[in-house]
C-alpha cells in the first residue's frame, strides 16, 4: 500500500498537472490567445563571435577548474563515494556559474550579459505549470520507446543519491544544488548565453533546439534526455517571450523542487 506522503504527493501533482494544462489552453491553444499574445521582448546580442568564444572558454574552464579543486581536495579524504560525488557536481556547478560572473564583471562583451529582473513570479509560475503535462506526456511516449526498441530506463544518478541520502547535511546540500545553483547557472549558460547568441544568428528552430540537446546531454540519461530537451526548448522560449532570465530560473528551480518532493514522498521516478 502507498504510504500516506506518496498519496498526498500524487494527488498534488495532479492537481498541478490540471493546472498546467488550463494555463497551456489559456495562454497557447484557445482560439482567442494569439491575441492576447506580445511579441518577444528578448533584446539580440550583439557581441561578435570572438567575444562569444570568450564566454565558452571561461565556462567551460570555470567547470573544469572547479573540479580539479575539489579533487585536489578530497584526494586524502575518507568520505564516501556518493559524498564525493555530490561534492564534484557541486564543484561543476559553481565554477560554471563563475566563469560566467567573470565574463559578465570583466569581459568587454559581458556588459550587455543577460541578468535577472524584477517582476518574473507570474511567467516563472506560469511557465513550470505548463511544462509538467508536457513533459509527462514525452516521458510516457519516451519510456514506451525504450521498451519497444529494448533500452535501458535507468534514472539520473542524481535521483538515485536523494533516494539513498540519510544525513541532512548531505540531504541539504543536494537540495541547495538542485533548487538554486543548478537552475541559475545552467540558465545562464544555456539560455542567457547560447541561446541569446545563436537566436538572431540561426534558423529559430536550430537556435531553440541546439541549447536543448546540449542542456539534455550534459545530465547524462537516456531516459530522461527528450524531456530535458522538451525543457530546455520551453525555458527558451520564456525568456524569448519576456526577457528576463529569471523567468526560466525560477520555472528550472521549481522543477527541480518538485521533483525533489515527489522522491523524498516515496514515488519511484
Known sequence: MSSPAALLAVAAE????LVGLALLWRV???????ARRQPPVLSAWTIALPDFGLFAWCVIAGGLLGQLAMALGL????????TRQILAGAAFQLGLLGGCAGFALFAPGGRDFSRPQGSFLRAGLVTFAIALPLLVVVGLLWTQFLELVG???????LIGLFAKARSPL????????ASIVAPITEELVFRAGLFRYARTRLPRWAALL?????????????????????????????????GNIAVPMLAHALFNLNTIALILSGIEL
Open 14 to 17: 495532479l492537481a498541478l498537472m
Open 28 to 34: 497557447q491553444l484557445s482560439p482567442a490567445a494569439p
Open 75 to 82: 584526494k586524502w579524504s575518507i568520505l564516501d563515494g556518493d
Open 151 to 157: 533500452l535501458p530506463a535507468e534514472r539520473q544518478e
Open 170 to 177: 548531505l540531504l541539504g546540500t543536494l537540495v541547495t544544488l
Open 210 to 242: 541546439l541549447p536543448a540537446i546540449l542542456f539534455g546531454a550534459l545530465h547524462g540519461n537516456l531516459a530522461s534526455f527528450p524531456q530535458l530537451v522538451t525543457l530546455g526548448v520551453l525555458f527558451s522560449l520564456a525568456y524569448e517571450r519576456t
